[in-house]
């Protein structure tokens, strides 16, 4: 009887001890992956290294990963050329597949101005970068990738919600030596490849919409960086030419 | 007490198979029983992955232009949808001429030939610049189209014949 008693006891008690060890277990090996520090350090240190610029330009190709009606991916390219200088100037000039523009930003005012119809939109901006694009993508509907790097505050906001970051592999993006960083956040997977040694700028950054069965990506290679640019204040302030046409940007 | 002993036996062997196992599990380059354990393993977060996507939610500014390229072909769409029952509108109208309404409603269009509100990204054939107290205009047939940025791309919308 207290043989049969204890037999039952032990049998219990070694289910117990299997189940809490597949429960403990699995738990490990679901949470194992999560954010390397090794990718977080790096991705820091670029980003400071940025926000310490006061002035860079830079080359950038974007590529638009988009599905027409019919079923078929396509890529809409745009190349643009971006000078920055802080805390609050900007102007780009884009060409490509969709856009052939001039953006500028002087602080006070922001204008796109498209040369081949000569017509220009000018509209009062905010005086920060962080409010500026806001304004841009909340009030006239365009976003600007690139602007991820440009937040004074970029490291907290590219980290925000992450949930898993790695480095994935050392990398060559138009012959310079980079780490590849993998980050991933719910809804939203980007890639970012910083260059090794004493600059660590991005050159290429790719944010995958994880959201949607295709996982479209906005891709941006980033050439030609130069840290100390000569930069002129007017620059930044449209001047309209001869003959252009004031038009407006349709509410959004 | 031999049977006891016995019973613990089996007891804590179980136990010991058990912890052996575990380390096989998390160590992926060990020769023996690892590529089954591993691939599991990948599975189990591969699935966790998919599931995360699925009910994830989009935010933050590094989706901007991600989301915006899809708004923008979404209005492109629905500006074509536009045209195409404009177009619909059009023929009925003239084939059956029946309510009041229809009649009123084909008036109006004869007048500016697309309806007021489309965009379009290219400017039909044939469009002679006109100046309205110092906005420009594109005269396309009757229809007046006015350039405007939708984002940052250049559109035409359809307006009322300024003249």
Known sequence: MNILKLRAAVAVIAFLVFALSAIVFTEVRAEA?????????????????????KQFSVHTQNT????????????????????????NKL????????????FYYDGKNLTLYNPSSNVYATE???????????????????????????YPDAYPLLMQDVTFATVIAKSSINGVKCDHLLFSRPGVDFQVWVSEGSKPLPLKYVVTDTAIAGLMSVVT?????????TVKDVQFTFVPPKGAQKISFMPF | MKKLLQISAIAITLILMLIADIPMMLIDDLPILSVELASEAEAVLGVRRRTRRRTAVVVGSTTAAATASAEASQQQAAAA??????????????????AAAQQQLAAAQASSGVPVGTVVQTLPAGCKPVTVSGVAYQDCGGSFYKTAFQGNNLVYAVVENPL
Request: aromatic share 8%; hydrophobic share 40%.
């Open chain 1, 91 to 102: 102007r780009s000039e884009r060409k490509g597949d969709l856009v052939d523009q001039v």
């Open chain 1, 33 to 53: 992956p999560a954010v390397d520090p090794a990718a977080t350090k790096i991705l820091k240190r670029m980003t400071d290294y940025l926000g310490s610029l």
């Open chain 1, 64 to 87: 638009l990963e988009d599905v027409l009606d019919s079923g078929h991916r396509i890529d809409l390219d745009v190349s643009a050329s971006v000078t920055l200088s802080r805390p």
């Open chain 1, 124 to 150: 009062t901006a905010p005086d920060t970068f962080e409010e500026m694009f806001k304004y841009l993508y909340e009030s006239l509907g365009f976003g600007t990738p690139i602007s991820d790097f440009v």
């Open chain 2, 81 to 98: 949808e536009q045209q195409a029952a404009a177009a619909q509108q059009e023929a009925a109208a003239s084939q059956q001429q029946a």
């Open chain 1, 221 to 229: 290679i980033m050439s030609d960086w130069n840290v100390k640019p």
